[in-house]
C-alpha cells in the first residue's frame, strides 16, 4: 500500500481510491501468505518470525492494538505539523509522527501488560481447558 500511496501522491487514506480499490487485499493476500509460509517448519519465513524483537512485540501486540489510536488522538497532529516544516517533507513528517506514536504506543502497552493485564493472567489457573485435537501445522500444509 505504501507503493500505491507514494505513486499517487495522495497520503490521505481514506480518499485514496487505489488503495481502497486494491490495497487492502493486497495487504490482506500478503499476510495470509506471509502466516502460511511461516507455518512451514524451518522456511525462511519461519526463521524470520522467530527472531526475538518480533516475539517481543507479538506480546504486547494487543495492548498497541488497543492504546495506539488513543495516543494518536493525545498526541493530535502537532508533532506531525512540526516534522514537515522543519524537515520540508509531508512523508517524512508523516513517517516521524508514526515513529513517535508508536514508540510510545508501545510504552504504554507494555506498562498496561505488566502492570494490569497480568493480573488477570494469573486466573488462568483456576479454570480448565480441553484438549482438543488440533490437525498440526503440517498436517494442514498436506491438504
Known sequence: MTIIVLRTGNFDWITNRSVNLIGYSLSAVASASLIALSLRPDSLAERLFDVGW???????????????????????????????????????????????????????ALLSYHLYEVQFLRFKKYFNYSSSKRPSPDALIAQ
Open 54 to 108: 518480533l516475539r517481543f512485540l507479538g506480546k504486547y501486540s494487543y495492548g498497541i492494538y488497543v492504546w495506539h489510536l488513543f495516543i494518536a488522538e493525545l498526541i493530535g497532529v502537532g508533532p506531525r505539523l512540526y516534522l514537515d516544516r522543519h524537515l520540508h517533507s509531508k512523508a517524512l513528517g508523516l513517517i516521524g509522527s508514526a515513529f513517535l506514536i508508536g514508540c510510545i504506543s508501545i510504552l504504554v
